[in-house]
């Protein structure tokens, strides 16, 4: 069996007698996209900064399959991390701040600069490349940011909150560098809050709520896992009056994307055929289909089933 890249084991962190991490397990694998998901206050940030080396955890191991520097710590040229806060410096120009970032992490001159050049060109920055950081867009520092976290190619990515700022068409290009990276060697914990995002890169997923696990496993694993009930997408021909299905048994949650859509989702194992009785009798129905639960709808009901989210203390 592949040796875990990285393994939590009953992980504890404590803040003013409250623990934003209660015992905490798992393992992330070499190669993988491994999510770290949780609603604000979950512990997800205290996490993140104990295995970045930022806090200590009060109990509990954490351990990684990686070279150690002097300090018995992980070695920094094989890990990486992405701040949730962009910690570039505004006033450098963006090709020598990824150079001078790149040698801190143990690469030449000569490989940083060759890299960096790499790295902007796949980012559709490279004439940007001697401007300063604080001429671009909020979303190309983002850019700029993830360069210069994998820009030597570490084994082991932490990356917080990387789709902040970005607009979709970035967000796109993000999930395709995801892709490479690994591609290239390097296993990548993700911790973020944009659902649909996640679902498209993550190989597995870690949800917490009140510093615990509550749910884990591969996308489809969840699904089944945690069947947040049918979601079925009604399309009107015109615009949908009123609240058509108020009040009917079964009928967990409505939404309406537009004028002319119902997202509805139903009670497991429950009958569709009050739902497209009622929808039928109130306006033109154009088309009907069932869809998949999202990652969305899971994580939403798990955190319902779990009592709801904590107070957005620490984590």
């Known amino acids: 069996m592949v040796q875990p890249i990285v393994s939590l084991r009953d992980v504890t962190k404590t803040f003013r007698g409250r623990a934003a991490v209660d015992r905490l397990s798992f393992d992330v694998h ?4 491994f999510a770290l998901l949780g609603p604000n206050g979950a512990g997800k940030t205290t996490t993140v900064r104990m295995l970045v080396g930022i806090l200590a955890p009060d109990s509990g ?3 990684f399959a990686l070279p150690k520097d002097a300090r018995g710590r992980p070695d920094p040229t094989r890990t990486a991390y992405l701040p949730e806060d962009r910690g570039l410096w505004r006033d450098q120009p963006v090709l020598g701040t990824l150079v001078y970032l790149g040698a801190l992490r143990g690469l030449s001159r000569k490989d940083a600069s060759q890299r960096a050049e790499e790295w902007l060109k796949r980012l559709d920055l490279f004439e940007r490349r001697h401007d300063k950081v604080e001429t671009l867009s909020k979303g190309n520092q983002q850019r700029v940011q993830l360069a210069a976290a994998v820009l030597h190619r570490p084994s082991f990515a932490i990356l917080d909150e990387p789709f902040s700022g ?5 967000q796109d290009m993000f999930l395709t560098l995801f892709r490479t990276i690994r591609e290239e060697g390097t296993t990548i914990l993700l911790s973020a809050h944009q659902m649909d995002l996640v679902e498209r890169a993550a190989d597995r997923v870690l949800l917490v709520n009140k510093g615990r696990e509550i749910l884990s496993g591969g996308i489809e694993e969840l699904r089944r896992k945690l069947r947040a009930g049918t979601r079925l997408r009604i399309v009107a021909e015109g615009a949908v009056p009123g609240d058509p299905l108020a009040g009917l048994e ?3 949650s409505v939404e309406r994307p537009s004028e002319r859509e119902l997202v509805v989702t139903v009670e497991e194992g429950r009958s569709l055929s009050p739902v497209l009785a009622r929808a039928a009798a109130s306006f033109a129905v154009k088309s009907v289909a069932v869809e998949e639960p999202r990652l969305h709808d899971v994580f939403v009901e798990a955190v319902r089933r779990d009592g ?8």
């Open 30 to 33: 070499p190669g993988e996209v």
């Open 250 to 252: 079964g009928v967990v």
């Open 61 to 63: 191991s954490l351990t």
């Open 166 to 170: 970005l607009d979709p068409i970035s």
């Open 308 to 315: 709801g989210a904590p107070e957005p203390e620490e984590g």
